[in-house]
């Protein structure tokens, strides 16, 4: 069975660009969450999807947005970057959202702002 | 605000001992729990998982225990091997706050030989 995937696995922008992250859940899970994993920090909780309808977000500014589509997958936008956003974007996958099932994790997209 | 947090940044352990690996909470409200290993240039891999109704769960050497009078949760991993080298992190979540995890900043682990 194929785990999270994340694509690209490295993305080099400059500031003030914008960037899409992308994410496939595993086959069956209909929840997406998004984490920023910034250098020597630990995960910090960015969106949450479910059934193609954001419903948590964490203490980011607006410029964090993304969306779920109808197969589940999920992008991460990330508009007017700025070199605090340099970071390991990380993205999860779980079962059923509205449940204490496990989150299972991708490798992250590195994400470098210049 | 409500954190998770670790007793040690780093822990060193000798092949073949067992390793203990410590988490403090403060949410009262957490009613469930999970540690992921994080190994270098990887994303978190799941490891175990445990409801607040639960104090102990065993997996495949690993046994977590959760003590919610102190708000504590540990991670045992029996006769640590090599490859068990890696970062570890706790995270809870209240249920009624959202389904987010909630992660603390992680323990390195060192097996040396």
């Known amino acids: 069975e194929a785990g999270v995937t994340q694509s690209p696995t490295h993305l080099i922008k400059t500031r003030g660009q914008q960037a899409t992250l992308r994410c496939s859940p595993i086959?069956?899970?209909?929840?997406v969450y998004w984490y920023q994993q910034a250098l020597g920090l630990g995960l910090q909780f960015l969106l949450w999807y479910d059934e193609g309808e954001e419903r948590n977000r964490g203490n980011f500014p607006p410029r964090f947005s993304g969306r779920q589509f109808p197969n589940y997958s999920s992008e991460l936008n990330v508009n007017a970057l700025e070199l605090e956003d340099s970071a390991l974007y990380l993205c999860a996958s779980s079962l059923q959202g509205f449940s204490n099932q496990p989150q299972h994790f991708g490798d992250g997209t590195r994400l470098s702002i210049l | 605000g409500e954190s998770v947090g670790l007793h040690l940044p780093t822990l060193s352990v000798q092949e073949g001992d067992n390793s203990i690996i410590n988490c403090a909470y403060s949410?009262?409200?957490?009613?469930?729990f999970i540690w992921y290993k994080q190994e270098s240039g990887k994303g978190p891999q799941f490891i175990i998982d445990?409801?607040?109704?639960?104090d102990k769960r065993q997996g495949q050497r690993v046994t977590v225990l959760l003590n919610k009078t102190v708000k504590h949760l540990s991670l045992q991993i029996a006769a640590t091997q090599p490859g068990d080298s890696a970062v570890y992190f706790c995270a809870e979540r209240d249920s009624n706050s959202g389904y987010a995890l909630n992660f603390g900043k992680g323990t390195s682990l060192l097996v040396t030989p």
């Open positions: 086959s069956g899970h209909t929840s």
């Open positions: 949410n009262s409200a957490s009613d469930y």
């Open positions: 445990i409801r607040s109704n639960m």
